[in-house]
């Protein structure tokens, strides 16, 4: 064999410890990129579901008062609805949020906020009402704290 088949053969046994690392260092950027992608789309998940919550309660809030007859949501401060194994529903009958199984239910089962479990509801007069939670990004141009209404957001 002459110089060049030698150089030839050896160039052929594999990476080279630096080639080795250069993929490592590739492998570990990509995989670094797709993880914070996909914590940002399970936030924004999470807080579009937090949206579609609240629109549930504005709906069986406005069903519960319907059905009352002095037209008057559920009187309570600080209840915390929706837990987190979602055996919470919203009654006609009075005082509204019950623990299943409930009798005539407006919302049979309250969905719980996807992190903490639940969301705070205060009525103190039964003529108006708010519900809170906590966005962990901006949708619609809303962030932070959150809170729903008679009124809307």
Same mark, same amino acid.
């Given at each position: 064999?002459?110089?060049?088949? *030698?150089?030839?053969?050896?160039?052929?046994? +594999?990476?080279?410890?630096?080639?080795?690392?250069?993929?490592?260092? @590739? @492998?570990?950027?990509?995989?670094?990129?797709?993880?914070?992608? @996909?914590? +940002?789309?399970?936030?924004?998940?999470?807080? !579009?579901?937090?949206?579609?919550?609240?629109? *549930?309660?504005?709906?069986?809030?406005e069903l519960y008062?319907?059905?009352?007859?002095?037209? *008057?949501?559920?009187?309570?401060?600080?209840?915390?609805?929706?837990?987190?194994?979602?055996?919470?529903?919203?009654?006609? &009958?009075?005082? +509204?949020?019950?623990?299943?199984?409930?009798?005539?239910?407006?919302?049979?089962?309250?969905? =719980?906020?996807?992190?903490? =479990?639940?969301?705070?509801?205060?009525?103190?007069?039964?003529?108006?009402?708010?519900?809170? !939670?906590?966005?962990? +990004?901006?949708?619609?141009?809303?962030?932070?704290v959150i809170s &729903?209404?008679?009124?809307?957001?």
């Amino acid at each position: 064999m002459d110089d060049t088949s *030698q150089a030839i053969q050896k160039k052929k046994r +594999g990476l080279t410890l630096v080639e080795l690392l250069i993929v490592i260092g @590739i @492998i570990g950027m990509i995989t670094t990129s797709t993880v914070v992608a @996909i914590r +940002g789309v399970r936030e924004r998940a999470r807080d !579009a579901r937090r949206l579609h919550d609240f629109r *549930q309660f504005r709906t069986a809030l406005e069903l519960y008062a319907a059905r009352q007859p002095t037209l *008057q949501y559920p009187i309570g401060t600080n209840i915390a609805i929706g837990v987190a194994d979602q055996t919470d529903c919203l009654s006609s &009958v009075a005082p +509204g949020f019950a623990a299943w199984p409930c009798t005539d239910p407006v919302l049979p089962i309250i969905p =719980g906020d996807p992190t903490s =479990g639940t969301y705070q509801y205060s009525s103190i007069d039964g003529f108006s009402y708010i519900i809170t !939670a906590t966005l962990e +990004g901006t949708v619609d141009g809303m962030s932070g704290v959150i809170s &729903v209404t008679e009124h809307g957001f």
